[in-house]
């Protein structure tokens, strides 16, 4: 059994590496992902805010037309001041003037409020459309890179299993075919340790009578009672020097 467990331990090594190939593809996509979303919320806050400094500049434009309307009323009047015939008259161009005029500064006024807006969402436009820039440049050198990376990837994975090709007719098939089993329920650990009666796989106490058998080294491989992940009392190196 110590070849066994030496085989299986040099399997266990090379299937983390290949799971550990796999979560860094994973966790790459995942940033990558995230990114994509941030994106598409910083595009979607850019169309807001132009639209909101668009609504603004169409008031602006009201604004000014109720100003200039005002202007050339006043003037005209100004002009009927000259043909005026009585008092009448003259306090209601008065009065229309003063309106026309209070009319205007109300306009400037709103103007020069609404002014301030835009130019409030502008900068923020500005900082928002900076942002998203570097966002998509860093998206973009991401997927370029993404890739390269996944042919990399591959090509180590596939490396790593061609040698696990190639040590696994060392084992009994059925040992295999248990490990592999017990692998894929276990988060990818098929074979643990144990210390002072210990599964490190599960950390549960496991029998002192399988540690005896462990210890002793018998002709059957031992599985944890709780995770029924394959065990070896010391590292299979250990084993092969007592
Ligand atoms: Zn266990």
């Known amino acids: 059994m110590i070849e066994t467990l030496k ?3 040099e399997i266990q090594r090379i299937d983390l590496e290949i799971k550990a190939i796999e979560e860094q593809e994973k966790e790459f996509i995942a940033n990558l992902d995230q990114l994509g979303t941030e994106l598409k919320e910083e595009n979607a806050a850019i169309e ?3 639209a909101e400094a668009g609504g603004l500049a169409a008031q602006i434009k009201e604004a000014e037309e109720r100003i200039r309307e005002s202007g050339e009323r006043v003037s005209k009047d100004e002009k009927r ?5 009585n008092d009448r008259e003259l306090n209601a161009i008065t009065k229309e003037i003063n309106g026309a005029n209070k009319s205007r500064k109300q306009g400037e ?5 609404l002014a301030a807006r835009v130019s409030e969402k502008e900068g923020a436009l500005n900082a928002k459309k900076e942002s998203a820039a570097q966002k998509q440049a860093d998206f973009d050198r991401l997927s370029a890179e993404l890739v390269e990376k996944r042919n990399a990837w591959k090509e180590a994975a596939q490396s790593k299993l061609k040698s696990k090709d190639d040590i696994k007719s060392k084992i009994r098939p059925d040992i295999l075919r248990k490990y592999e089993m017990i692998r894929s329920k276990r988060g990818g650990l098929g074979l643990a340790q144990v210390k002072n009666e210990i599964c490190q796989g599960c950390f549960t106490h496991i029998p002192p009578q399988v540690y005896i058998m462990l210890k002793r080294g018998t002709e059957e491989l031992q599985s944890c009672p709780h995770c029924h992940r394959l065990l070896y009392a010391e590292t299979p190196r250990e084993l092969e020097a007592v």
Do not use: M
């Not at 001041?81 to 015939?85: A, E, F, M, R």
């Not at 006024?109 to 409020?113: L, R, S």
């Open 109 to 113: 006024q709103e103007k020069n409020q």
């Open 81 to 85: 001041l000259n043909s005026v015939k």
């Open 7 to 9: 085989v299986l331990e």
């Open 48 to 50: 807001a805010l132009g």
